[in-house]
Structure formats: structure tokens, C-alpha cells
């Protein structure tokens, strides 16, 4: 890995990546990061490609761990790395030119461990790039901030004031083919869904009639994916789809929780009355 001279020991970072069955993108994640990591751990979930071998040919530290969700795969990851700056990527991201930049001119300043640092993350849709991209904390220290124990959506629990944003671009090439796109909106709807109804919220009809338009009007009109053609409208319908999604599974798991009590309160009924029936 990187080791820099002008850098203090304390400063060193240590890049942590969950794969699984991604051995033909893993490469370009791991190369980006080579530049300013001081030790890269990949995490697999149990892949039957060459995920584990890439990896290791990279000079990459691998552990497997049998797949247990996105918080504790990212947290059993963060354990596993060497030093306290934790740089978080995915597989199908990538670290550009600028970003690096940023992160190589950071690092030599990392004297402040309640800081953290968010980069802007650009997504691809059918062979373009999706203007409106996201900030998100992926450069932190372990020592201060721990990974939200969430079913879907896990980053640092960071406090908004404490963010700093970098310069440049993390690219997302999360695009693989709308088969594989649906697949992976069908798990992470069941993962939002759940995650609102482990809450406690109560399902609303409100919130099925409106949410889906409006995230179309936010998606197509004020983002601007009217200027991306065809791959600019199926991103938009598919977040339609998205909200959709989650608000009728998240029904579907109330309904299912209130049958299930309906049926233990039949049960207990029953069996009251049969063992009063018995005493007679």
C-alpha cells in the first residue's frame, strides 16, 4: 500500500470494501484507492467468481464472512482494518482524478478525529451519467463515529456540522442491466420497508397516493432528468416504482402482523375455552 513520508502515522487510512461475485469490477475500486490507502480490506460474502482471488492479486487484505446485512458486513469490515481513518467504497465505485487529489491533500491534515468527510457520488443509467449525484460520508474515524446499525443505508453517524465535502467525484457504476436493476430494487424496497415498520410507523394511504408523483416531479423536472432522454424518464418512473414498492410492503407486513396477533388471540381463546370445559 501507500505510505507517505510527509504524512504522520496517525493519519494513515485504511479503505474498507464488502464484495461479493464482483471479481470484474472490483479492480477499478481497488486500483483507485491504491494512491492514498495504507491498507485496503475487502470483506466477501461468500462469492463463487474471482472476487476473493482479484482481490488478494491486488495485494488487498481478504476476510470472508458469510453474508449477515450491509451494517454488520460494513462494520465487521471497519473491525478488521488496520488504522482508525476508515475510507468506505463499494465495488462498483471509483475515486477520480480530482477527488484523489483532495484526499492525498487531506490526509496530511488529518489532526481532527471528530471530522469526517463526504463525497459526491454520481450514478450511471443505461451508458449516462445521472447529473444529480449525492453527498455521502465515506472518509471517517472509527475511534469517534460508528456505522448506523440500519437494514438498508448504512454510513457513519455523523452530526451534519462535523462534515467536510471533498473535491472531485466518486463514480457509481451501479448500472449492470434492468434485470439486475429490478432485482436490486426489489431487495431494497423490502429492506426500506422493513426498516418502517420496525420503527413503528403506521402505514398511511396518504403517503402511497402522493409520494410516488412527487418523487417523479423531484426526479424528472427539479433534478433536470428530462435532459437525459430515455435513461433520464426511466430513472425518474422507476423511483415511482421505488416509493410505490415500499409503501405496499410496508402495508403488506402490517396486514401480516395483525392476522398473526388475530390468530394467537383466536388461540388463546380456544384454549381457554377448552380447558374451562375440561374443569366442568
Avoid at 37 to 66: H, M, W
Avoid at 148 to 169: C, F, R, Y
Amino acid at each position: 500500500m501507500n505510505h507517505m513520508s510527509s504524512v504522520p502515522a496517525d493519519n494513515r487510512i485504511s479503505v474498507v470494501i464488502i464484495a461479493q461475485d464482483d471479481g470484474t469490477r472490483i479492480t477499478a475500486a481497488i486500483k483507485s484507492c491504491k494512491p492514498f490507502a495504507d491498507d485496503i480490506v475487502v470483506i466477501d460474502g461468500g462469492s463463487k467468481d474471482n472476487t476473493i482471488q482479484v482481490a488478494e492479486s491486488l495485494g488487498c487484505r481478504v476476510f470472508s464472512n458469510p453474508w449477515p446485512g450491509y451494517a454488520k458486513q460494513r462494520m465487521f469490515g471497519v473491525e478488521k482494518a488496520e488504522f482508525d481513518w476508515i475510507f468506505l467504497i463499494d465495488t462498483d465505485e471509483v475515486v477520480d482524478a480530482e477527488l484523489l487529489g483532495d484526499l492525498l491533500k487531506v490526509k496530511e491534515t488529518l489532526h481532527d478525529p471528530a471530522k469526517a468527510y463526504s463525497v459526491f457520488r454520481i450514478g450511471d443509467f443505461l451508458g449516462k451519467w445521472m447529473n444529480k449525484g449525492e453527498y455521502l460520508v465515506r472518509l471517517y474515524n472509527r475511534r469517534i463515529y460508528g456505522i448506523t446499525n440500519s437494514l438498508v443505508h448504512e454510513m457513519p453517524d455523523v452530526a451534519s456540522s462535523q462534515i467536510v465535502n471533498l473535491e472531485g467525484v466518486l463514480w457509481h457504476y451501479g448500472f449492470r442491466s434492468i434485470s439486475d436493476h429490478m432485482t436490486r430494487f426489489n431487495k431494497y424496497t423490502d429492506l426500506e420497508a422493513e426498516t418502517a415498520f420496525n420503527k413503528g410507523r403506521s402505514f398511511r394511504i396518504t403517503r402511497l397516493l402522493w409520494r410516488p408523483p412527487a418523487r417523479f416531479v423531484q426526479k424528472y423536472f427539479v433534478q433536470g432528468l428530462y435532459r437525459k432522454g430515455l435513461a433520464g424518464f426511466a430513472v425518474a418512473v422507476f423511483w415511482v416504482m421505488y416509493e410505490f414498492l415500499v409503501c405496499f410492503k410496508h402495508y403488506e407486513l402490517t396486514k401480516r402482523r395483525r392476522k398473526k396477533i388475530e390468530i394467537v388471540d383466536d388461540g388463546q381463546t380456544e384454549q381457554k375455552g377448552e380447558t374451562s370445559y375440561v374443569v366442568q
